[in-house]
């Protein structure tokens, strides 16, 4: 007998339910997502890991209605995705979800505020300019804001992108491997600016990572294994998250080696 998924609770930014995501078809098939139940609590910095190939960017994708999944729900506050067409999907994803990603996507021809202000614009609307400012104090931009791209470092051009990814006031930032262009000192500055993003401004965070140093600025680390949530932590560091990794690592090829499995 199958237990119903649990109800999803107040306070939750993003919530999943019996999410499932295939790709294929008969032999061909892989299963990416197998039938997640998972809530990301508004107003809290999230991380979710796990080992290549274990749908963590399958997950944040179908969360943020980048993709569609095979079945089962996705809910962003107390909007049910499914229930959306394409353009009020569109709208949703440009009105309540900022988003962050290992390539800046910044356009080369425009100033660094010209690409922040870049949503806005498309959509027809002007920003707050008491809200701009707080943004661009934020990320430590004031200066910056005339510079092209190829005039700024790597860990500026991230900034510019967060900052971006603020300006339309979201309720959740998804962030896919934010650091993974960028040096340490210039990946710390951005995971600073991400824990900031929830302590100061209030948005809700969810990061794809596969970096325990960068998981040590969440709240809170959900990790991943063939497509499924197998542990959470709490308060994490980064000893704890590398040995959680190691012992969900350890368990997979005991597995693999029990059935005789390969893997990649």
């Not at 500026?156 to 650091?179: C, G, H, M, S, W």
């Not at 932590?233 to 059935?259: F, H, I």
Request: with cysteine.
């Amino acid at each position: 007998m199958s237990l119903a998924p649990p109800p999803v609770r107040a306070g939750v930014a993003v919530a999943a339910r019996g999410l499932r995501k295939e790709y294929g078809h008969a032999a061909a098939r892989v299963v990416a997502l197998d039938d997640v139940d998972v809530d990301f609590a508004a107003g809290a910095f999230h991380a979710v890991m796990g080992p290549s190939g274990s749908g963590k960017s399958t997950l944040m994708h179908c969360l943020a209605g980048l993709d569609s999944p095979t079945r089962g729900t996705v809910r962003i506050g107390d909007t049910d995705t499914a229930r959306l067409d394409d353009r009020r999907l569109t709208l949703l994803r440009r009105d309540r979800i900022g988003f962050v990603f290992q390539r800046f996507n910044l356009l080369p021809a425009l100033t660094a505020e010209e690409n922040i202000v870049l949503p806005l614009a498309i959509a027809g609307r002007r920003p707050e300019p008491a809200w701009l400012r707080r943004v661009v104090a934020a990320v430590g931009l004031a200066d910056r804001l005339r510079h092209r791209p190829g005039e700024l470092s790597g860990g500026q051009q991230q900034r510019v992108a967060l900052a971006r990814a603020l300006v339309t006031r979201p309720e959740v930032i998804f962030a896919d491997e934010p650091t993974g262009n960028l040096d340490s000192r210039s990946g710390a500055e951005v995971l600073r600016l991400l824990r900031e993003a929830v302590d100061t401004l209030g948005r809700t965070v969810v990061m794809v990572t596969h970096d325990p140093v960068a998981a040590a600025y969440a709240d809170r680390v959900v990790f991943l294994v063939d497509g499924r949530p197998v542990r959470e932590l709490a308060a994490p560091t980064a000893e704890r998250v590398r040995d959680t990794l190691a012992g969900l690592a350890s368990t997979t090829a005991s597995r693999d080696a029990g059935t005789g499995a390969v893997t990649a």
